[in-house]
Each structure stands twice: as C-alpha cells, then as structure tokens.
C-alpha cells in the first residue's frame, strides 16, 4: 500500500443540520469525481447498538469517523468526500449533553481538510429514528456557519435543489482539484 497516497489526496467534509442532504449530496460527489466517499460513521454505530447512546459513545464515534476516512482516503482518486466530520459530533455533543469530550476536541483541532461544504435547509425534512429535532435545522445551521467561521476554514453554503447542489460543489471542487499548490 502506497502511505504517501492519502497525503497526497485532498479531503472535503461537508457538514450541517440533519436531514440537509449531506449523504446524498456525498454519493453524487464520489460517482462524479470517480471516487470513495466516508459515510457517516454514527449511524452505523448507532444502528448497532441495543441501547440509546451516551455522550461516552461520541468519543468511540469520533475514532471510527477517523479511521474510516483514514482507511477509504488509500483508495481514493484525488479527493475523499466525508458525509460528516467531528465538527458535527463537536456541535452534537455541546448541544445534548452541553459540553465536547477534550479527546474529541484534540481529535479536531488536528484534522486538516482542503474544503468544507455547508448545507442549507432548504430542502424538506424527511424522518429517520435517528433524526431528533426537525424544529431545531435553522438554530444548528447558524451553530454549524459559525463554528466553521471560528475555525477559520474555506467553506461554501450549498443551498438549491438537488441539481444546483451538485453543480455549485462540482464548481467549487474543479477549482480545488485544478490547484497546483
């Protein structure tokens, strides 16, 4: 296995509320630009346990969020999409449990990714059993805006239907792709 690889590979994270087409909006990243992308670790994680989970879950979440972009970054070609980062589990955790484990905040302040996509709530709520505030999507939206302005990261809101979605993030990842840093 080539090590240098998943050095070499750019790593977008796209973030926001539930049920504001992170997944979908993942897939159709990876199909386009022939690559992997990183689901969501949670919902596994959460679908396989017998029991609701605890804020001590979150620190095990966040681990395997990270091994499984680290694991999928060797086979991608160029760019890795992850369907969700540990700001989501940061933003969760603070807003549950109204504090973030110190291991999941080292965790973050050592990712690094080339871009970050923020998606808008314009899109109707759709339920899932594990989607837990459709009443809240505004409030963690600008929680989620600005905890990526603090972080001083580059993002872009990606708002419309489905279609102005992917051609506005295809736009901004051409030009990702296309620097020759």
């Known amino acids: 296995m080539?090590?240098?690889?998943?050095?070499?590979?750019?790593?977008?994270?796209i973030v926001g509320?539930?049920?504001?087409?992170?997944?979908?909006?993942?897939?159709?990243?990876?199909a386009h630009y022939h690559t992997v992308?990183?689901?969501e670790f949670a919902r596994s994680f959460i679908d396989r346990l017998n029991r609701p989970y605890n804020q001590a879950?979150?620190?095990?979440?966040?681990?395997?969020?990270?091994?499984?972009?680290?694991?999928?970054?060797?086979?991608?070609?160029?760019v890795v999409i992850c369907d969700t980062n540990l700001i989501v589990i940061?933003?969760?955790?603070e807003f549950k449990y109204g504090t973030c484990d110190d291991e999941i905040l080292n965790l973050l302040a050592s990712q690094n990714y080339d871009?970050?996509?923020?998606?808008?709530?314009?899109?109707?709520?759709?339920?899932?059993?594990q989607r837990e505030h459709p009443d809240k999507r505004e409030y963690f939206f600008d929680v989620y805006r600005k905890e990526l302005i603090h972080l001083?990261?580059?993002?872009?809101t990606i708002s419309g239907n489905f279609r102005q979605r992917l051609h506005l993030a295809t736009k901004v990842l051409d030009l990702l792709l296309s620097d020759k840093d």
Do not use: M
Request: aromatic fraction near 8%; hydrophobic fraction near 40%; charged fraction near 25%.
């Open 57 to 78: 879950d979150l620190v095990t979440i966040a681990h395997g969020q990270l091994e499984s972009e680290n694991q999928l970054a060797t086979l991608a070609n160029r």
């Open 37 to 39: 992308w990183v689901p």
């Open 152 to 156: 001083r990261v580059p993002f872009t």
């Open 90 to 93: 940061k933003v969760w955790s």
């Open 17 to 30: 509320p539930e049920c504001t087409g992170k997944t979908a909006l993942s897939k159709a990243l990876a």
């Open 2 to 13: 080539d090590t240098a690889k998943p050095l070499l590979v750019k790593r977008v994270a």
């Open 115 to 129: 871009h970050y996509f923020l998606t808008d709530i314009d899109i109707p709520w759709e339920d899932d059993p």
